[in-house]
């Protein structure tokens, strides 16, 4: 039997041999590095007064922002407010963000037509359910 001799590579074959591993090491890298570094927390939701209250006829604004700190992303985020004068609950309001990912932040507002600094405004998050 005779034994068939393979050619010898080119040097353009070896460099696009090295091109090609140094590509496939650095996605492997980058995939290993992100499976290490992920969080697996559930979505953690804050929800905070951003400014000042703005009055424009007759009605006051509140604006406020809400965070998602966790690890997961969070849909249909549901936000409420109360507005409480004298300890009763005068008006309400419910606000609902589609889509929060790790890390993103919303903006909103709620209206009112009585003014939140004669009472207590309570803003927290109610509901979210995962993707």
């Known amino acids: 039997m005779t034994k ?7 040097i353009a074959e070896w ?3 090295s091109i090609a591993s140094l590509i496939l090491a650095i996605i492997v890298g980058l995939v290993g ?10 979505p953690i939701l804050s929800v905070t007064k951003k400014q000042t209250i703005r009055e424009i006829g007759g009605q006051f604004y509140v604006p406020f922002e809400v965070v998602n700190t966790g690890g997961d992303t ?11 004068i004298d300890g009763k609950i005068t ?3 419910e606000q609902q963000i589609d889509f929060l990912s790790s890390g993103e932040s ?7 037509s009585q003014n939140p600094r004669q009472g207590q405004l309570n803003l927290r998050v ?4 995962l993707p």
Request: avoid cysteine; charge should be negative; charged fraction near 25%.
């Open 106 to 112: 919303e903006e909103g507002a709620f209206i009112f």
């Open 15 to 17: 460099v696009t041999f």
């Open 33 to 42: 590095y992100t499976w290490l570094n992920e969080k697996n927390q559930p």
């Open 91 to 93: 008006e309400t309001g």
């Open 4 to 10: 068939t001799e393979q050619p010898e590579r080119s």
């Open 74 to 84: 969070a849909e249909s985020v549901q936000i409420m407010a109360e507005l409480l």
């Open 126 to 129: 109610g509901s979210y359910k």
